[in-house]
């Protein structure tokens, strides 16, 4: 099944391949939706009217992928899962609210689950979202979830340690290490480790469209 999994994932978009994303691996897939080539190793698969996935993602071992309606995930991502390091059900799995947006260059590992809230944003390049780590002390891996809250930005760079929870309409800066859940909303977080600087505001945190261009790069 994984075999077919890639293959159907790896052609172009077209109506024909959404077709057999729906009938012959299950995706729920809903208008106005594009898939460009990946590899699509995803059990079980949700995308909401006019979700987007660009080019060159590689989803591999992911139990769940869900985007919300207008959901967009950029390209060249790698969207992993370790299903031994999971350890409970709903794990190895990707949720992402409506507007929610992953852009280019990113690692996020979903052993634990990673949730991102409404309009929230994974942007710039190269972050890395850990949900797995070694238990020193039982001499195991522990995998714990990650949570972004809605209209929350991580910027270039950011590094997410496992089990961390973001808080709604906060901006993490390039180079932070979120080493430690930050639970104060509309706040600027920098640093190594990422502590809070300052309050923030502006139309990011109340906007009511998402910030995807029309075709955003990947089209519809």
Known sequence: MRALRVAVGLLPHSA?????????????????????PIIADVRHASL????????????????????????HIGHWNQITAAPGFSGAPGNCS???????????????????????GTYAVIGGRRCTLLTHQADYVNEWVVAEPIRIGDYTLIQSNV??????????????????????DLLSEAMLYAGVPAVPKKPVHGGWFTRTAGHWPARAGVGR
Not at 97 to 110: F, N, P, R
């Open 94 to 116: 990707l949720t992402m609210d409506v507007e929610a947006g992953i852009t280019s260059a990113h690692y996020l590992d979903c052993s634990g689950s990673i949730t991102i």
């Open 48 to 71: 909401g009217r006019g979700a987007r996935i660009g080019a060159g993602n590689v989803f591999r071992n992911l139990e769940t992928l869900t985007m919300g309606a207008g959901a």
């Open 159 to 180: 590094c997410v340690t496992p089990g961390r929870t973001i808080a709604a309409r906060a901006i993490v800066a390039m180079g932070a290490v979120v080493a430690k």
């Open 16 to 36: 024909v391949k959404l077709w057999l994303l729906r009938h012959l691996l299950g995706w729920r897939i809903g208008p106005g939706c594009y898939v460009a």
